[in-house]
């Protein structure tokens, strides 16, 4: 299972990179709109910083707005995606980029219907976004469930990307399904790190081995 980061913070992309927890990153509009600085040279950091794919996201709407803005994203670094809405407009664009050899990231994907179709038009991966889902009271990982199976059933090279991850059971969840990859805000992946029995033992440890001091002063390991 390949871990994204879902943000467009520097801090915590560094913070995480260091841990050699990061794939690959995802930003998106709202994610830039929360930083402060220019978004271009955010967005070119991250690509810096980081080893695995990195998607920016078109903001155009029509194939050929979609298209000139890829042109230029894709020239801050051989890693960037190219993140397109699920519009009929955006597959337009989805297959021109396939065509050229840049990789699309189809986001904004809530339906099975969606993604098969995101896939035949040649998408790298496609993004479901599953808390949404739960908040609108349908269940985000039956999705997943659904996609990851017709995948599979034909072979599709596309990734399922699993993204608007809300809590580290989606993470769980998405990783016994097969999904290729879970995109995650830092705070979820910071809660997967952690276990209060972790911190708990390692309290122990560290009280008994002064015990141990006490009686062995000049004991070095
Ligand atoms: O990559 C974008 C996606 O993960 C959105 O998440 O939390 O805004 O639903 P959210």
């Known amino acids: 299972m ?10 915590s992309i560094k913070k995480y990179n260091d841990m050699g927890l990061v794939d690959g990153v995802t930003t998106n509009p709202t994610l830039l709109a929360k ?3 220019n978004p271009a040279e955010i967005m070119r950091e991250i690509v810096r910083m980081v080893d695995g794919p990195v998607s920016l996201e078109v903001v ?3 194939a050929g707005t979609m298209l000139e803005e890829a042109y230029r994203l894709k020239k801050y670094g051989k890693n960037v995606v190219v993140k397109i809405p699920m519009i009929p407009e955006g597959l ?19 339906s099975a219907n969606q993604a098969i179709l995101a896939a035949k038009a040649g998408a790298a991966y ?3 976004f599953i808390g949404r889902l739960d ?27 699993v993204a608007s991850v809300r809590h580290p059971m ?44 006490k009686e062995n002063p000049n004991l070095v390991i």
């Open 35 to 37: 930083e402060k600085g």
């Open 92 to 110: 337009v664009a989805v297959k021109k980029l396939k065509a050229d050899g840049i990789e699309t990231n189809v986001t904004l994907v809530f």
């Open 126 to 128: 496609v993004s479901p």
């Open 2 to 11: 390949k871990i994204f980061l879902d943000t467009a913070n520097i801090e």
């Open 135 to 161: 908040d609108s009271g349908q269940d985000g990982m039956s999705l997943i469930r659904e996609i990851v199976q017709i995948f599979s059933n034909y072979q599709f090279d596309t990734n399922v990307l």
């Open 170 to 213: 989606h993470v769980v969840e998405a990783g016994k399904i097969g999904a290729h990859v879970v995109t995650l805000p830092p705070d979820i992946l910071g809660k997967m790190l952690t276990h209060p029995l972790t911190d708990k033992g390692l309290s122990t440890f560290l009280s008994d081995w002064e015990k141990v001091k």
């Open 60 to 62: 155009g709407t029509t």
